[in-house]
């Protein structure tokens, strides 16, 4: 009987644990299809308030308890002052302002759709002398994809717009196509600069698929419809056209980053080659050496800095994955730096 009772419990919580999976799943499904249907909301965070809160909360931190009250009534005048000097700013002259955009590549520069709507929408409120600065971090990767995004930030210098590109870690290939658009360029000393020039790698298992006796038929309209195959036999033919479309994007490439920074030596510069920061400077790939929070900083005390970013609404669902994300990512970065860890211990 006590053997009947345990299994009957063992399967009603099986049931419940399934039953709870089942009902996790379909919420998720049903937020995951309310984030698709949801319109992208835009986040606005005005950097110089950002910056003013954490030194008073650093500085009542290091404050003795007895004298935080009278910092508190400090802090409160300062802030009325503030309020009436930009009242009266706003009846003579508009402050400058700084919107800062970041866009983080990936191969297929998937951010770009986002990107443009968050170009779109600065452009359509910014004034002549406002200054768009944009913290870029990309290695490259496709051609069409990355040409669609430098082509986002040329609509900025279009609409007479100043643009700064910082690069605190690495802008090279598709990325440095993406930089070269920008009136100024900042570089961390030892950010990843240039890389101008293309690389194509096509496996090809032709001599292993015939060794099995494994004909491929590969048919065509058209000479150059397809040069370099993976299954079937390349010829030398196709790998000079293959050769031939890859030196023509590499002028393109040139073409378009000397047209943008017209004092380098192109021919000299589009080798492939990539530069840190401090070093890209005297080549003129860079126009100065610093770090994006120190420019920032720096502008903050001119002008009103706004950090601008559209993204999905953030809902439950979203939450989750980006925890799932971070989490994954942390783990995996936890292992790389042990196993890095374990070969200095071996040494």
Not at 142 to 158: E, F, I, N, P
Request: hydrophobic content about 45%; some cysteine.
């Amino acid at each position: 009987m006590s053997e009947w009772v345990a299994e009957v419990a063992m399967f009603a919580v099986q049931t419940t644990i399934v039953m709870a999976l089942l009902g996790i799943g379909l919420l998720l499904f049903a937020h995951s299809k309310q984030d698709k249907e949801s319109d992208l909301k835009l986040y606005i965070e005005p950097l110089n308030n950002q910056r003013r809160r954490r030194g008073r909360r650093l500085r009542l931190a290091a404050t003795l308890p007895a004298a935080r009250k009278k910092l508190m009534k400090a802090f409160r005048t300062e802030d009325k002052k503030r309020q009436k000097g930009h009242k009266h700013e706003h009846d003579a002259v508009q402050e400058s302002r700084v919107w800062v955009l970041d866009f983080h590549g990936d191969l297929k520069a998937s951010q770009t759709e986002h990107f443009a709507q968050e170009v779109s929408a600065i452009i359509d409120v910014a004034n002549k002398d406002d200054e768009v600065v944009v913290r870029l971090e990309s290695a490259g990767g496709l051609v069409h994809a990355y040409g669609l995004a430098a082509a986002q930030l040329d609509r900025l210098r279009v609409a007479g717009l100043t643009t700064t590109v910082c690069i605190d870690k690495v802008a090279a290939s598709g990325g440095y196509l993406m930089a070269c658009t920008a009136q100024h360029i900042k570089a961390a000393p030892f950010a990843v600069i240039g890389s101008i020039g293309v690389v194509a790698q096509v496996p090809n298992i032709h001599r292993l698929l015939k060794r099995h006796d494994i004909d491929v038929e590969l048919l065509t309209a058209g000479k150059y419809k397809r040069t370099l195959t993976v299954l079937g036999e390349n010829t030398e033919e196709g790998k000079a056209k293959f050769l031939e479309d890859l030196e023509n994007t590499h002028r393109l490439f040139k073409s378009y980053v000397a047209e943008r920074r017209p004092t380098m030596d192109i021919d000299t510069l589009a080798t492939g080659e990539i530069w840190y920061g401090s070093e890209a400077l005297p080549q003129l790939l860079v126009d100065s050496v610093g770090t994006s929070e120190a420019y920032l900083v720096e502008r903050m005390a001119q002008a009103r800095v706004y950090a601008v970013k559209l993204e999905p609404p953030k809902t439950v669902s979203r939450k989750l994955g980006l925890a799932v994300s971070a989490g994954v990512e942390k783990a995996a970065l936890k292992a790389l730096g042990l196993i890095d860890a374990a070969g200095w211990q071996r040494r």
